[in-house]
């Protein structure tokens, strides 16, 4: 398993447990982040049954709510996992398992919060203005999300490999 590693020579004066510590603290912060996100959608989906209007809600409505019930509920243990494994390898020495197994776990928080919102999206607009406005926004928002999560990454780090063989 492969977690963030910083360059041999990144300017830094630290240690390799410090730059464990380092990269954990990091990725503890960007957990909190996305958990803030996904509490908000999930408690917003929450509600809904509560609603005078869920009652009339189609079949394709109440599935794709379900869905995205079912995605928070799998991206909010995704999330609440570091601070399990963490409890777990706690003082056993293996912190860099922890940050490499961290890095892995957030990507898939992050894929998790990215469903949660194309589905939420895509299901408040079939909701209010249409089936196809609700599709259409859903992939909208999931190009969207690709283009912003994926696909700029993927060209800094191309970018940034570049200027490092320079």
Do not use: C
């Not at 909190?32 to 189609?58: C, H, K, M, N």
């Not at 995605?71 to 940050?99: C, E, N, Y």
């Amino acid at each position: 398993m492969t977690g963030p590693v910083a360059p041999r020579d990144d300017g830094r004066d630290e240690s390799g447990a410090e730059r464990m510590d380092r990269n954990w603290a990091e990725l503890l912060q960007e957990l909190r982040v996305l958990q803030t996100g996904v509490q908000i959608l999930a408690g917003f989906l929450l509600t809904l049954p509560f609603q005078s209007r869920f009652q009339s809600l189609d079949g394709y409505q109440i599935s794709l709510y379900l869905a995205n019930v079912v995605v928070a509920a799998l991206t909010t243990a995704t999330i609440l996992l570091p601070v399990s494994v963490h409890r777990r390898l706690f003082r056993q020495g293996l912190k860099a398992t922890l940050v490499a197994s961290a890095d892995t776990i957030t990507k898939f928080s992050l894929t998790g919060v990215g469903l949660l919102s194309v589905g939420t999206t895509s299901l408040i607009f079939d909701v209010t203005i249409g089936r196809a406005a609700g599709v259409i926004a859903g992939l909208g928002l999931l190009s969207v999300l690709v283009l912003l999560l994926v696909l700029v990454p993927s060209a800094l780090r191309r970018k940034g490999r570049a200027e490092d063989t320079r």
